[in-house]
């Protein structure tokens, strides 16, 4: 058994497959996922787990080079923003507006879906490599 770490074996099965520049959607409970990506479905109850608990486990696993953000998440849901800024650091945080970023997301990998109940909740992250 894993002692640490991700222990959702279908999330790790989806982590240990992901490649240089693959997207992954971290998405809100109320995201629509289109039917043809695999999907994580970890929400329980509504805020359970939260958006950033999901997200924080995933960058304790996973290289990073971009990130995209629906543009209304600043104004719609500021502390959302400010968080996910937080725990990027340096990493390009893109803006796209929303239908545009629901177009991206039908490109990604899988879907982790969040019981989070805040609007605009949704990131991808797009994979970097852990080598120069």
Do not use: W
């Not at 959702?8 to 240089?20: F, I, M, T, W």
């Not at 958006?51 to 500021?78: M, N």
Request: charged residues 25%; negative net charge; hydrophobic residues 45%.
């Amino acid at each position: 058994m894993k002692k640490k770490g991700i222990l959702n074996q279908p999330l790790c099965k989806v982590l240990a497959g992901l490649g240089h520049t693959d997207l992954l959607v971290i998405c809100d409970g109320g995201f629509n996922i289109p039917l043809e990506i695999e999907r994580v479905d970890l929400a329980i109850i509504p805020n359970l787990p939260r958006f950033f608990d999901v997200l924080d486990a995933i960058l304790d696993e996973l290289v990073v080079e971009k990130a995209i953000v629906p543009s209304e998440t600043p104004q719609v849901s500021p502390h959302i923003f400010e968080g996910i800024k937080q725990r990027l650091g340096g990493v390009e945080i893109e803006l796209l507006p929303n239908l545009e970023f629901k177009k991206l997301a039908r490109s990604a990998k899988a879907v982790v879906r969040t019981g989070e109940f805040t609007a605009y909740s949704n990131i991808i992250l797009q994979c970097g490599v852990p080598y120069a």
